[in-house]
């Protein structure tokens, strides 16, 4: 899907409206298409779809920081090398600053918008069959997606999935995150008979009817579903086309640009260098790339005697050498605990294609995340073609094995993890002779060497129940307090004061805004 952006120009904004926007109303747009002039045929129904996948690109989604904000901040993974963005990650969040990064307003515009192409696209006999089940299909899915951070993040939440008049959208109060699920997984279940199992060429990307069942399969497990959390996780395990692969690395290797998906991913959001600086490129990438101007350690020293290149220059040299370069903005880091390697495994594969402490024979100032990073010349600093893993089969496999715990302990779920561990460990290292609880409390770490930085780990620790301690007991770096700042309310987000102003039926159902008043 690397040509989505050309072929939505006309559509990046074409179906906005905000909740309690009034003023978009009130605009003369001149640039946007009539709803009832448009889904005539095919292609314009596409390209309703694509504006979908447009807005999962924004920065406030998965282009920059802004959901990594929310979920790999503020927990045991990753932490600041210098003071940015502390707010989030300090827990010191108010309603003020609640959606700094304009999350909410991204996901409720998905919302708006895929609402408005069910809508258009339900019965509609201009379109053939094939492309109207995809377009529904991939419309559900993605409000879907849009509801599960939603309710991750702030509990209960205004919800609609049909379009409403300006005066009651805005009027709406907090629905249950419960009876938002339920519905949404209604949803996934329709979308997954309506999409297709695989794609191939330009429409590598978009969501398949296996992205449904991951999903569905996610919420499931938050929602401790664990017999049908379980079933969508083997009917994905059994029936997709997907597959671990043999080498942890070469899940995320990014490096060539014309092949960046593999068969491990279930689902990605699709980035790609786009020349100008725009929507198709990501910058998230850069917050994991190193500063040159940071590295490497001791970098004034000159090994060769006085007069000759400082460790600097040595390193700037040899990068450019390979033709790479540490141009990014290196603010993303391992905290201390997981960069030491004594923490994992002796024999854990996964730690060295997962950080990197030293490059090309220097060690580095900072730990960085290598799974996260490139330093291809080719993928210059704030315009990266890196892909987003949103859903990967060993995912998969973990939640099958927490959930087949759960249900019957520990004896059946030992063939999904080992099937995970097979491939970390060499010898292999396979698990037996475990507890329930054990089993529990072991599955802790192995999701997150599995999948650090990958968007879950905040949301697993809340999920378990273990957030708190977990944060006030992890080493952070001297400038961050994040444990002294917690607080039990500090699990959801406040509703944006913004919103609140525009409607104050948003207070109806908790005065306290999730404890923030």
Request: hydrophobic share 35%; net charge negative; with cysteine.
């Amino acid at each position: 899907m690397k040509n989505i952006f050309i072929k939505t120009g006309l559509l990046s904004m074409a179906f906005v409206l905000l909740l309690s926007c009034d003023k978009f109303l009130e605009e003369d747009l001149r640039d946007q298409i009539a709803t009832d002039n448009f889904f005539n045929n095919d292609q314009e129904a596409l390209l309703a779809s694509n504006g979908l996948y447009r807005i999962l690109h924004r920065g406030s989604l998965y282009k920059t920081r802004g959901l990594d904000d929310y979920y790999v901040s503020g927990a045991d993974e990753v932490g600041p090398s210098r003071n940015v963005n502390g707010q989030i990650h300090n827990y010191l969040i108010a309603e003020g600053v609640a959606d700094g990064n304009g999350v909410w307003s991204s996901l409720y515009e998905i919302v708006r918008n895929a609402s408005l192409n069910i809508e258009n696209v339900e019965g509609n006999e201009n379109l053939s069959e094939a492309v109207r089940d995809q377009v529904l299909g991939e419309s559900l899915f993605i409000r879907a997606l849009a509801y599960f951070h939603l309710t991750n993040l702030w509990g209960d939440v205004p919800y609609f999935r049909e379009l409403l008049p300006l005066d009651e959208l805005g009027s709406l109060e907090r629905f249950s995150k419960e009876q938002i699920r339920t519905e949404m997984k209604n949803d996934l279940a329709t979308a997954f008979e309506l999409l297709p199992s695989s794609y191939s060429g330009g429409d590598l990307g978009r969501a398949s009817k296996w992205a449904a069942a991951a999903l569905k399969a996610k919420f499931h497990l938050f929602d401790e579903e664990w017999l049908l959390a379980k079933g969508e996780c083997d009917e994905i395990i059994n029936n997709s086309p997907h597959r671990l692969l043999e080498d942890f690395a070469s899940v995320f290797d990014q490096t060539n640009p014309t092949d960046q998906y593999n068969d491990e991913q279930i689902f990605a959001i699709d980035f790609t260098t786009d020349g100008i600086y725009g929507d198709a490129a990501t910058q998230r990438t850069d917050d994991y790339n190193p500063r040159l101007r940071e590295e490497p350690n001791n970098r004034n020293a000159r090994p060769g005697g006085p007069g000759t290149p400082t460790n600097w220059e040595l390193l700037q040299a040899d990068l450019q050498a390979v033709d790479q370069d540490m141009s990014g903005y290196g603010w993303a880091v391992p905290l201390p605990e997981i960069a030491d390697k004594a923490n994992w495994d002796a024999d854990d594969l996964r730690y060295d294609a997962t950080i990197v402490t030293e490059y090309l024979g220097y060690q580095l100032s900072f730990p960085y995340y290598r799974k996260n990073w490139n330093l291809n010349n080719s993928s210059p600093r704030g315009n990266h073609n890196e892909n987003y893993i949103v859903f990967r089969l060993a995912d998969i496999y973990l939640m099958a094995a927490e959930a087949e715990n759960e249900l019957n302990g520990p004896g059946g779920a030992y063939t999904y993890v080992n099937k995970v561990r097979e491939r970390a460990f060499e010898p292999d290292k396979p698990w037996s002779g475990m507890s329930q609880s054990q089993f529990r409390e072991a599955m802790y770490d192995e999701r997150k060497y599995e999948l650090c930085t990958e968007g879950y780990r905040k949301m697993d620790l809340i999920r378990w129940g273990i957030l708190l301690d977990v944060v006030r007991n992890v080493q952070h770096r001297s400038f961050n307090n994040p444990g002294d700042n917690i607080k039990p309310h500090h699990v959801l987000l406040p509703i944006p004061q913004d919103e609140i102003l525009l409607n104050p039926n948003l207070l109806n159902s908790d005065p306290t805004n999730n404890g923030y008043r």
